[in-house]
Structures are given as structure tokens and as C-alpha cells.
């Protein structure tokens, strides 16, 4: 049976590979941005924690939130520890949108959503085609049976 009549809902697997690859991909990207933005790129990042009543240490928290995109991003994209790195960019961007809050819907819609969609990988996990679930002994299969 062609994979376009057969029920699609038994490959979900699949779908949380090819989320995980361009998701995590992604917010690499952006942690990689800022890390070569240089200390004013990473300082204005970590700016973040002010409204959380943090008032010094912002290149430690620009660092701090670059790195865990980056680091975020490449565990999710090959699936090691993916709750982990997931938390982290959900942590992250929710510093992101605390930061964002006050400048307008465009600004702050962006962190929102790839919170959400690191939640979603938080909640979900890695699925079948990841190194979580060779640790955790979870048969491969390519399409469902």
C-alpha cells in the first residue's frame, strides 16, 4: 500500500524526526547568531533576566541563553537527552517572551512559538527514530505495522 492512502496517524515517529531536525536546526542557528553577535549581542540578550528583578550579569545570561540554543538545538536534532535540551529552550524562551512582552505582538509571538513547540517535544519525547530511544531499547520500524 503507497504511503499516501495508507492511515498516516501510525507514523508519528516519523513526523517527530523531521520536527525535531528542523526545529532544533533552527534555534541552533539562533544561539549561533547571538554567540557571534559578539558581548553587546549577548549582554542585550541577557538583559532578559531584568524583568525577572535580575539587575547585573547580563553577558552570563546571554551566554548562558545562547548556549543552551545551541546545545538545546543539536540534542533535540539528534535526539540525545531531548526532554532535557527541550526544557532548556523552553526556559530560555520564556525569558525571550518576558523580554518581548512590552514591544509589540510581532516580538514576542516568535518566542511563544517555539516555546510551545519545544513543549510539545518536552511532552511528546524524541520518538522512535532517535538516540533516546536506542538507549531505551524501542524496536526501529520505518512505517507502522
Same mark, same amino acid.
Not at 53 to 61: L, M, S, T, V
Not at 109 to 114: F, L, N, Q, R, W
Given at each position: 500500500?503507497?504511503?499516501?492512502?495508507?492511515?498516516?496517524?501510525?507514523?508519528?515517529?516519523?513526523?517527530?524526526?523531521?520536527?525535531?531536525?528542523?526545529?532544533?536546526?533552527?534555534?541552533?542557528?539562533?544561539?549561533?547568531?547571538?554567540?557571534?553577535?559578539?558581548?553587546?549581542?549577548?549582554t542585550?540578550?541577557g538583559?532578559?533576566?531584568?524583568?525577572?528583578?535580575?539587575?547585573? /550579569?547580563?553577558? #552570563?545570561?546571554?551566554?548562558? +541563553?545562547? %548556549?543552551?540554543?545551541i546545545?538545546? $538545538?543539536?540534542?533535540?536534532? =539528534?535526539?540525545l537527552?531531548?526532554?532535557?535540551?527541550?526544557? /532548556?529552550?523552553? #526556559?530560555t524562551?520564556?525569558? +525571550?517572551? %518576558?523580554?518581548?512582552?512590552?514591544? $509589540?505582538?510581532m516580538?514576542? =509571538?516568535?518566542?511563544?512559538?517555539?516555546?510551545?513547540?519545544?513543549?510539545?517535544?518536552?511532552?511528546?519525547?524524541?520518538?522512535?527514530?532517535?538516540?533516546?530511544?536506542?538507549?531505551?531499547?524501542?524496536?526501529?520500524?520505518?512505517?507502522?505495522?
Amino acid at each position: 500500500m503507497s504511503l499516501l492512502t495508507r492511515n498516516l496517524f501510525g507514523n508519528q515517529d516519523l513526523g517527530l524526526l523531521v520536527y525535531r531536525l528542523v526545529i532544533g536546526a533552527c534555534i541552533f542557528m539562533h544561539g549561533l547568531a547571538k554567540m557571534q553577535g559578539g558581548e553587546a549581542t549577548l549582554t542585550t540578550v541577557g538583559s532578559a533576566v531584568a524583568n525577572v528583578g535580575i539587575h547585573e /550579569g547580563f553577558f #552570563i545570561f546571554g551566554t548562558l +541563553a545562547a %548556549l543552551t540554543e545551541i546545545i538545546g $538545538g543539536v540534542l533535540v536534532c =539528534i535526539g540525545l537527552f531531548t526532554r532535557l535540551g527541550a526544557l /532548556g529552550v523552553v #526556559i530560555t524562551m520564556l525569558f +525571550a517572551f %518576558l523580554f518581548q512582552m512590552d514591544n $509589540g505582538m510581532m516580538k514576542w =509571538i516568535y518566542p511563544i512559538e517555539v516555546g510551545v513547540g519545544f513543549l510539545m517535544l518536552f511532552l511528546a519525547g524524541p520518538g522512535r527514530f532517535s538516540i533516546d530511544a536506542m538507549i531505551s531499547g524501542k524496536r526501529l520500524r520505518l512505517w507502522s505495522e
